[in-house]
C-alpha cells in the first residue's frame, strides 16, 4: 500500500515476478516451455497433485507429470484495478481466477483471464489454458481463455 | 486445556504512524519496555521473549539484548503472519503454566520495510506463489477479494454488507485516539472509496502502519500482587487446513474458523452469546464476514444485516472490534487486539470501555489458517 521513496523509475519496465522452480515444479515449466499444461500425478492411485510433490500426499508412491486437457471452471476471480504488482502496474484493470481443472474436483490453478473484456468474467464460466509467453524471461505460463 | 494459571499483566505500545523512520528494533524495544512499565516490572524480571514474523522483523534475541536482558530462558521466534497471533500468546501461557519461564513478553513489530499490500521491486517467486506471481496475483488483498467473491456468489453477500462492517469499525475507532483513522464514514463514503482490487475497496483493506505492540504474561499467583487487574486467557484453539495455501481451501465461504470454532468453544464451555468483546482479526473486511459465521455469531450471509442493525456495536449482542481493528487502529498484525481486549477487560478503555465487559473473544488469521483466544477479567 505504499508507494517506495527515492528517485522515480519507470516502473512499467520492471519484470513481472518471475518463477523460481525447484525440482519438483522445474517439470511444469518445462512442459510449458514446449507449449503444454503439465501436471504432477501420483503414479500408483492417480490422484493429481497442485502444487507437485515429489511422493502422493495421499499414498506416498512416486510422481511424475502428465498432460492435462486445460479445460477448466471459474471457481471465483478477482479484478484488479489499482496496481499492485510488479510488471502489472500498466496492465490494470485485468482479471485474474481460480481455475478448477476439469481433471478432478479441486484441482486449481490461478491464471489470468483472457481475451474477454474483466467486468464479464463470472463464477461458473468455462475457460481453456493457452501457453503464453511471460514477459521478462524465458518461461511460458498457462493463461485462460472463455470457451461459452 | 486451562491457560488460567496465566495472566496478561503489562501491555505495551508505540504510536501507529504511516512512516516513523526508526528500525523495527527500536519500535519493539519502546513497546516491550511500555508493557513492563505498565505492569511495574522490570527487563530483569523477564525470562522469556516471543514474536511472530515472516522474517520482516527485529528477532526475540535482538529485542531481549536491546532492553539490557543478558540471559533469557525461553526465546521462540515463529514464522508466520497475524495467523499465528493466538498460537504465539498460548504458547506463551504454557511456558509460563509449565514452569519455562516465569514472565514472558510477547510482541509484534511492523515498520516501512515491509507492506504486504504491494510488490513494487522485481522478484522470483518459488514455492505455491510461483504458479500465482507470474499472473499479477501475489498479495493478500487479491486471495482473499477471491474469497469474497465466492461468498457473494454463494450466499448472495454484497459490497454493502462489507461496507457495514468496515462502517463499524471506523465509526469505534473515532473514540480511539491512538487509531491511525478516526474519521466515521457513511455508506456513501465507503461506496465511493476506490476499488482496489474488485470486489474490496479501500475501506475493505487493512491500514498498514508502523508500530510495535507488546504484552507482559506471568503467574497467575504473581499477577495478584502486580499494579493492573489481570486478564486470564482461559483458552485457545488454532486450526490450518490446505497446508495454509488461501488457493487451495477447498470451501472459501468459510476459514480456518470452521474448524477452530467448535473447538474453542469445546474447550472453554463457553458459546458466542457469552462474549461481551469481540476483537476479530480483519485485515480485510470480509475476514471478519467468513469467521464471524465461523464462530457462530450469526447464520451464513446474514452478517450484513447483523451489523446494519447495530448488533456488533455498543447496546447489541457483542461489540466487534471497538478499537477499529486492523483496518482502522492500523495493521499491527493482530496483537493490537489483544492489546484492545486486555484495555477492555481492565475496564481502562475510556470513551470506548464495553460497560460490565468480562469476557473477549480475539481472533487471529484468515484463510486456511488461524486460531483465537479467550480472554476473562476473572479466574474461572
Redesign the interface.
Same mark, same amino acid.
Given at each position: 500500500m505504499n508507494a517506495s521513496q527515492g528517485p522515480a523509475v519507470d516502473r512499467s519496465a520492471l519484470r513481472p515476478p518471475q518463477p523460481a522452480p525447484d525440482v519438483d515444479t522445474a517439470p511444469f515449466w518445462e512442459a510449458t516451455a514446449s507449449g503444454h499444461l503439465s501436471i504432477c500425478r501420483c503414479q500408483q492411485c492417480g490422484l493429481w497433485l497442485q502444487p507437485p510433490l515429489e511422493r502422493c500426499r495421499r499414498c506416498a508412491a512416486s510422481t511424475a507429470f502428465e498432460p492435462v486437457s486445460g479445460d477448466g471452471t471459474v471457481s471465483t476471480f478477482i479484478i484488479q484495478r489499482q496496481p499492485a504488482v510488479v510488471g502489472f502496474f500498466d496492465k490494470v484493470p485485468y482479471a485474474v481466477a481460480l481455475v478448477d481443472l476439469a481433471e478432478q474436483p479441486g484441482l486449481r490453478l490461478p491464471g489470468r483471464i483472457v481475451d474477454i473484456d474483466p467486468d464479464d468474467v463470472a463464477i461458473g464460466m468455462r475457460a481453456r489454458a493457452r501457453i503464453d509467453a511471460l514477459a521478462g524471461g524465458d518461461f511460458h505460463l498457462p493463461v485462460f481463455v472463455p470457451v461459452d | 486445556m486451562d491457560l488460567s494459571g496465566c495472566a496478561v499483566v503489562g501491555i505495551g505500545r508505540t504510536a501507529y504512524t504511516r512512516r516513523s523512520g526508526r528500525t523495527g528494533l527500536a519500535l519493539a524495544a519502546e513497546a516491550v519496555r511500555a508493557a513492563l512499565d505498565d505492569c511495574g516490572l522490570t527487563a530483569a524480571d523477564v525470562d522469556g521473549i516471543t514474536c511472530f514474523s515472516t522474517g520482516d522483523s527485529a528477532s526475540p534475541l535482538r529485542v531481549a539484548h536491546a532492553i539490557g536482558i543478558d540471559d533469557i530462558g525461553w526465546a521462540v521466534g515463529i514464522h508466520a503472519g497475524g495467523n499465528a497471533v493466538a498460537t504465539v500468546i498460548a504458547n506463551a501461557a504454557a511456558a509460563v503454566i509449565t514452569g519455562q519461564a516465569e514472565t514472558v513478553v510477547v510482541y509484534r513489530v511492523l515498520d =516501512?520495510s515491509v %507492506? /504486504?499490500?504491494? *510488490?513494487? =521491486? $522485481?522478484?522470483?517467486? #518459488? #514455492? *505455491?506463489e510461483?504458479? =500465482? #506471481?507470474? !499472473? #499479477? /496475483?501475489? *498479495?493478500p488483498?487479491?486471495w482473499f =477479494? +477471491?474469497?469474497a %467473491? %465466492?461468498h457473494q !456468489?454463494v450466499y448472495g453477500s454484497t459490497c454493502e454488507d462489507l461496507g457495514a462492517i468496515a462502517i463499524n469499525g471506523r465509526n469505534h475507532a473515532a473514540n480511539n485516539p491512538h487509531a491511525i483513522a478516526r474519521d466515521p464514514i457513511s455508506l456513501d463514503d465507503y461506496l465511493a472509496g476506490? +476499488? *482496489?482490487? $474488485?470486489?474490496f475497496r479501500v475501506f475493505d483493506?487493512a491500514y $498498514?502502519v508502523d508500530g510495535a505492540v507488546a504484552l507482559v504474561l506471568t503467574t497467575a499467583e504473581r499477577a495478584a500482587d502486580l499494579r493492573h487487574p489481570a486478564v486470564h486467557p482461559i483458552g485457545a484453539a488454532d486450526s490450518t487446513g490446505a497446508g495454509g495455501?488461501p488457493?487451495?481451501w477447498?470451501d472459501?465461504t468459510a476459514m480456518y474458523s470452521r474448524d477452530a470454532a467448535p473447538r474453542l468453544w469445546a474447550r472453554t464451555g463457553l458459546s458466542p452469546a457469552d462474549i461481551d468483546v469481540a476483537c476479530m482479526y480483519d485485515c480485510f473486511t470480509y475476514t471478519i464476514m467468513a469467521t464471524f459465521e465461523d464462530y457462530g455469531f450469526c447464520g451464513k450471509g446474514e452478517v450484513g444485516d447483523y451489523f446494519r442493525e447495530g448488533r456488533a456495536t455498543y447496546g447489541g449482542d457483542v461489540v466487534v472490534n471497538p478499537h477499529g481493528g486492523l483496518l482502522s487502529e492500523g495493521y499491527l498484525h493482530g496483537l493490537n487486539h489483544h492489546y484492545e481486549a486486555v484495555l477492555q477487560l481492565r475496564g481502562q478503555a475510556g470513551a470506548r470501555q464495553v460497560p460490565d465487559a468480562e469476557l473477549a473473544l480475539v481472533t487471529a488469521g484468515a484463510g486456511p489458517y488461524g486460531g483465537a483466544i479467550v480472554y476473562s477479567s476473572r479466574r474461572p
Amino acid at each position: 500500500m505504499n508507494a517506495s521513496q527515492g528517485p522515480a523509475v519507470d516502473r512499467s519496465a520492471l519484470r513481472p515476478p518471475q518463477p523460481a522452480p525447484d525440482v519438483d515444479t522445474a517439470p511444469f515449466w518445462e512442459a510449458t516451455a514446449s507449449g503444454h499444461l503439465s501436471i504432477c500425478r501420483c503414479q500408483q492411485c492417480g490422484l493429481w497433485l497442485q502444487p507437485p510433490l515429489e511422493r502422493c500426499r495421499r499414498c506416498a508412491a512416486s510422481t511424475a507429470f502428465e498432460p492435462v486437457s486445460g479445460d477448466g471452471t471459474v471457481s471465483t476471480f478477482i479484478i484488479q484495478r489499482q496496481p499492485a504488482v510488479v510488471g502489472f502496474f500498466d496492465k490494470v484493470p485485468y482479471a485474474v481466477a481460480l481455475v478448477d481443472l476439469a481433471e478432478q474436483p479441486g484441482l486449481r490453478l490461478p491464471g489470468r483471464i483472457v481475451d474477454i473484456d474483466p467486468d464479464d468474467v463470472a463464477i461458473g464460466m468455462r475457460a481453456r489454458a493457452r501457453i503464453d509467453a511471460l514477459a521478462g524471461g524465458d518461461f511460458h505460463l498457462p493463461v485462460f481463455v472463455p470457451v461459452d | 486445556m486451562d491457560l488460567s494459571g496465566c495472566a496478561v499483566v503489562g501491555i505495551g505500545r508505540t504510536a501507529y504512524t504511516r512512516r516513523s523512520g526508526r528500525t523495527g528494533l527500536a519500535l519493539a524495544a519502546e513497546a516491550v519496555r511500555a508493557a513492563l512499565d505498565d505492569c511495574g516490572l522490570t527487563a530483569a524480571d523477564v525470562d522469556g521473549i516471543t514474536c511472530f514474523s515472516t522474517g520482516d522483523s527485529a528477532s526475540p534475541l535482538r529485542v531481549a539484548h536491546a532492553i539490557g536482558i543478558d540471559d533469557i530462558g525461553w526465546a521462540v521466534g515463529i514464522h508466520a503472519g497475524g495467523n499465528a497471533v493466538a498460537t504465539v500468546i498460548a504458547n506463551a501461557a504454557a511456558a509460563v503454566i509449565t514452569g519455562q519461564a516465569e514472565t514472558v513478553v510477547v510482541y509484534r513489530v511492523l515498520d =516501512a520495510s515491509v %507492506r /504486504y499490500g504491494k *510488490v513494487t =521491486a $522485481e522478484v522470483s517467486v #518459488g #514455492g *505455491v506463489e510461483q504458479f =500465482a #506471481g507470474p !499472473h #499479477g /496475483y501475489l *498479495v493478500p488483498p487479491q486471495w482473499f =477479494a +477471491m474469497w469474497a %467473491r %465466492r461468498h457473494q !456468489h454463494v450466499y448472495g453477500s454484497t459490497c454493502e454488507d462489507l461496507g457495514a462492517i468496515a462502517i463499524n469499525g471506523r465509526n469505534h475507532a473515532a473514540n480511539n485516539p491512538h487509531a491511525i483513522a478516526r474519521d466515521p464514514i457513511s455508506l456513501d463514503d465507503y461506496l465511493a472509496g476506490r +476499488m *482496489v482490487v $474488485e470486489p474490496f475497496r479501500v475501506f475493505d483493506c487493512a491500514y $498498514e502502519v508502523d508500530g510495535a505492540v507488546a504484552l507482559v504474561l506471568t503467574t497467575a499467583e504473581r499477577a495478584a500482587d502486580l499494579r493492573h487487574p489481570a486478564v486470564h486467557p482461559i483458552g485457545a484453539a488454532d486450526s490450518t487446513g490446505a497446508g495454509g495455501m488461501p488457493d487451495l481451501w477447498d470451501d472459501q465461504t468459510a476459514m480456518y474458523s470452521r474448524d477452530a470454532a467448535p473447538r474453542l468453544w469445546a474447550r472453554t464451555g463457553l458459546s458466542p452469546a457469552d462474549i461481551d468483546v469481540a476483537c476479530m482479526y480483519d485485515c480485510f473486511t470480509y475476514t471478519i464476514m467468513a469467521t464471524f459465521e465461523d464462530y457462530g455469531f450469526c447464520g451464513k450471509g446474514e452478517v450484513g444485516d447483523y451489523f446494519r442493525e447495530g448488533r456488533a456495536t455498543y447496546g447489541g449482542d457483542v461489540v466487534v472490534n471497538p478499537h477499529g481493528g486492523l483496518l482502522s487502529e492500523g495493521y499491527l498484525h493482530g496483537l493490537n487486539h489483544h492489546y484492545e481486549a486486555v484495555l477492555q477487560l481492565r475496564g481502562q478503555a475510556g470513551a470506548r470501555q464495553v460497560p460490565d465487559a468480562e469476557l473477549a473473544l480475539v481472533t487471529a488469521g484468515a484463510g486456511p489458517y488461524g486460531g483465537a483466544i479467550v480472554y476473562s477479567s476473572r479466574r474461572p
